[in-house]
Structure formats: structure tokens, C-alpha cells
């Protein structure tokens, strides 16, 4: 074990704050291709499409499809990004109503 010192609240947050600071200055920006631009810049439009065009929607599962859209957006520049299949999917979630859940139970 080492006998470290530990640092303050305060101490650990300049820290953070120090940490932060110096991977900002070395980050190398990324190069993308006119290919990956293009792509990008139509799952961008599809995504606020599917935005504008579920706004008058009603049901419980709108709301949490429309919050997926809107990190989805946010998130954009983020390295892992969803396949194309799964991003089909997340544009069309405000469209189709969940199915029942079946039950076994009595019914009554």
C-alpha cells in the first residue's frame, strides 16, 4: 500500500478539472469521409423527421421513443453509434403502439 496523501474535495476536483483541461488540448479531430458525412447528415434529417412528425401523437409509449430521438441527436458525435437496423427501429418507435401484454392469469 502506498502512502498517498488524500486529496481534499477541492484538491480532487482542480484535479479533474487539470485532467479535463489537458485531454481537451490533445484531442486530434476526427477525419471523416464524404461517405460517413453524407451518412451521418441523413440519419440526422430521418431523426428530426421522425421528431416533427410525432409531435400531435398520443400514448404513454411516445413520449420515451421521442426522448431516445432526442439523446440519439445529442449524443451524435459519440463513437459507438446504433447499426443501421437498431436506428430504423428508434425513428419508428413513435409510430407503432407497443403490443398488449398477454396474460394468463383469470380473467374477469
Do not use: C, W
Request: glycine share 4%.
Amino acid at each position: 500500500m502506498t502512502n498517498a496523501p488524500k486529496l481534499t474535495p477541492l484538491q480532487a476536483a482542480e484535479a479533474r478539472r487539470l485532467a479535463a483541461e489537458q485531454a481537451k488540448a490533445n484531442k486530434v479531430p476526427q477525419a471523416r469521409s464524404e461517405e460517413e458525412k453524407a451518412a451521418r447528415k441523413e440519419r440526422v434529417t430521418k431523426a428530426k423527421d421522425a421528431l416533427s412528425r410525432s409531435v400531435g401523437i398520443k400514448g404513454d409509449h411516445v413520449a420515451g421513443a421521442r426522448a431516445a430521438i432526442k439523446t440519439y441527436l445529442q449524443r451524435l458525435n459519440e463513437p459507438n453509434q446504433p447499426d443501421d437496423a437498431r436506428f430504423e427501429m428508434l425513428i419508428e418507435a413513435p409510430f407503432k403502439a407497443p403490443e398488449k401484454k398477454k396474460t394468463n392469469g383469470p380473467r374477469f
